[in-house]
C-alpha cells in the first residue's frame, strides 16, 4: 500500500504499478496527464487527438512496466511512449512527422536579419539595430487583456513545427531540464538549443507585433 497515495522514490512507485496498485496509477496520472496531453498536442495537432494520444500512452505504459529495465528514470521512459505513440498518430493522419524532423532545425533566421546592424557598420556590426521591447503590465486595464494575450500565445504556439513547439512545451511549460528533454526526444544538447531559441524568438515576435499593434490604436 501507498504512503497517502503517494510512493516516496521511484522503485516504490515502480513497485506498486506492478503490484497493480490503483492509487499508484491514478497518483501517476494525476503528476503527468496535463503535460502530456499538451506534448501530445505538438505532433497531433488538436486536443481530442492529443488526448487519444496520452489514453494510449497509459495503456502501452501498464501493458510495458514488466519489461521496464530501469535504464532511465521512469519518466523519461514514459514520455518518450508518448513520443513514438504520438509520432504514429500523426502518420496515421496524414502529418509528416519523423524524428530526423525532431533533431532538425529550420534554415530560416530566428530572428529577422533586420533587426541587426549590418557587417558595414565598423563599430556595432551584429548588434541590435532594434531592440525587443520589454513586455510590462502596468494598470488594471494592462491586465483586462490578458486573456487576449494568453490566446495570442497558444495560437504562437500553435503554430510551430512540432519540434519547436515540442521542446518549448518541455522547456518553458513544464519546466524541464534541458537534459531530459534530450533524453526523451533524442535530440543532442545543441539542436535543443537551437530549437529552443527558434521557439522562443517566433513567439516573441507574435506577441511584439500585437503590442505594437496595441499601442498603435491607442494613439
Known sequence: MLVEGQPRDEG?????LRAGDEAAFLALVERHQAAMVRLAAAYVGSP???????????????????????RSSLKTWLYRILTNTALTHARQAGRTITFSDLAGADDEPAVEPERFRPASDREWAGHWAVEPRPWRVESLDDRLIQREVLGRLQAALDALPPNQRAVITLH?????????????LGLTETNQRVLLHRAR?????????????????ER
Open 48 to 70: 481530442a487527438a492529443a488526448e487519444d494520444v496520452v489514453q494510449e500512452t497509459w495503456v502501452r505504459a501498464l501493458r510495458g512496466l514488466d519489461r521496464f529495465e530501469g
Open 12 to 16: 516504490a512507485l515502480l513497485a506498486a
Open 172 to 184: 518553458d511549460v513544464e519546466g524541464w531540464e534541458s537534459k531530459d528533454i534530450c533524453n526523451v
Open 201 to 217: 524568438a517566433k513567439v516573441r515576435r507574435v506577441l511584439e507585433r500585437y503590442f505594437d499593434d496595441e499601442a498603435v490604436n
